[in-house]
């Protein structure tokens, strides 16, 4: 009887291990399951803040593509210390001019520098316009004298500006300045080329067009 109890004890202590063995298995089961669980409920918000990324670049590249155009002018809109030359205001400046001082000699044509007046009051105001098709005492002499030689005077625009000094622009009336080139045929004499420069007051009449108003140092 005395031999048995020793034996029955070191049973008793390798049912303990094994039991104690079992429990550290079962936890470490619980934990394998556990964890991986919470990883992947913590991965759709990383995937939803990238998917984010993409959509937000079609937004972003118009409005740079906006504010590049908007510090961009045209060539006729030379900056100055009072702002841009309006587009419009600019196109009615250069047709005005271009009509005004090209002129046409030769047989068949222009019968008076009051020809050149006509077409361009198509691009000023009433008042302008009633002026310009006023024939008036232009030099009659130098007319005839252009009749001999067929003069023909064709001029081109070459740039348009806001006027250094002018008064500041608004959305009614904006000064300008036209540069421009002439060039005179002659017969039986060499072409000659001229560069001028004219200043004009354009004025917005109520449907939005831009008209000259007046011919500031004509």
């Given at each position: 009887?005395?031999?048995s109890q ?6 008793w ?8 063995a079992v429990?550290?298995a ?7 399951i556990?964890?991986?669980g919470?990883q992947?409920s ?10 984010q990324g ?9 409005a ?6 908007r ?13 841009f030359v ?5 196109d ?25 007046g006509?077409?361009?009051a198509?691009?000023a ?8 098709r ?8 130098l007319?005839q ?11 081109t625009v070459d ?5 250094d000094?002018?008064p500041?622009?608004?959305v ?10 002439c ?8 072409v000659?080329?001229?560069h ?8 917005r009449?109520p ?6 108003g ?5």
């Open positions: 009887m005395t031999v020793p034996h029955a004890s070191s049973s202590k390798v049912f303990a291990l094994f039991a104690a429990l550290l079962v936890a470490g089961i619980l934990l394998l556990t964890f991986p919470r992947g913590a991965e759709p918000p990383i995937a939803t803040a990238t998917s993409p959509s937000t670049t079609p937004r972003t590249a118009p740079a593509s906006k504010s590049a155009l510090h961009t002018a045209p060539l006729d809109q030379a900056p100055s210390a009072s702002g309006p587009p419009e205001a600019a009615t400046a250069r047709r005005f001019v271009v009509a005004w001082a090209s002129h046409d000699a030769s047989p068949g044509h222009d019968t008076s520098f009051s020809d050149a006509r077409r361009a198509v691009y105001t009433d008042e302008l316009a009633t002026q310009l006023d024939p008036g005492s232009r030099s009659a002499r007319w004298q252009w009749v001999a030689d067929k003069t023909r005077m064709s001029c740039r348009v500006a806001i006027p000094g002018a500041a622009a608004t009614t009336r904006v000064y300008v300045r036209v540069l421009y080139t060039t005179n045929r002659s017969a039986g004499r060499p000659t080329r001229s001028e420069q004219l200043a004009l007051e354009m004025h009449d449907s939005g067009a831009w008209r000259v007046a011919i500031v140092n004509a």
